[in-house]
């Protein structure tokens, strides 16, 4: 008896954890879709489709493919792109790094860096590596960090807005 509920504590556990997981893949997809809305493209960036990158396989890519659906940006529609690894990378607005793929940033920003392109990473602290935008948890909730400066770095100019919400502005 004792078995069986250490087993369905454990169960009970995994399953929070798992609902937590889905929680914050959910708001990291609503996060960037809504940082499309902070961020100025220059206008020749805005004259074609307007494309998200997601590198490899994270569950974030399905939440944004049933959020971005049927959406436009500059009245472009919005193409969501999945890429097995970023060495493969083709041109985007917005590239989104899973944290299993942070180590790839330096691939990124050297493929990038003449591209007026939005890098934002999964993993916390990748502001100070390059990328626009990081996530970050603090007191169980989702948040970001903001690099003002990578963002100018990548052509790009950001709303003050943006850095309102942000647990950390650089």
């Given amino acids: 008896m004792r078995t069986i509920k250490i087993l369905f504590l454990v169960k009970l556990f995994l399953l929070g954890v798992t609902n937590v997981n889905a929680q914050n893949d959910k708001v990291m997809a609503t996060y960037l879709y809504n940082f499309i809305k902070f961020i100025d493209w220059p206008v020749a960036s805005q004259n074609e489709e307007f494309v998200i990158g997601v590198i ?5 890519y399905k939440e944004l493919e049933k959020l971005v659906a049927g959406r436009k940006v500059y009245n472009h529609p919005i193409v969501l792109k999945k890429f097995a690894d970023a060495t493969v990378l083709t041109r985007c607005h917005v590239i989104f790094l899973p ?10 920003l050297n493929k ?14 990748m502001i100070k590596k390059g990328s626009a935008i990081s996530f970050v948890v603090q007191h169980s909730k989702l948040k970001y960090e903001l690099s003002k400066t990578n963002i ?19």
Avoid: M, W
């Fill in 112 to 125: 990038f860096k003449l591209f007026n392109t939005l890098i934002v990473c999964e993993r916390s602290g």
């Fill in 56 to 60: 490899g396989e994270t569950p974030v």
């Fill in 99 to 108: 944290d299993n793929y942070s180590d790839k940033i330096d691939c990124i």
């Fill in 152 to 170: 100018k770095n990548s052509g790009l100019h950001v709303d003050n807005q943006l850095g309102l919400l942000a647990a950390n502005v650089e």
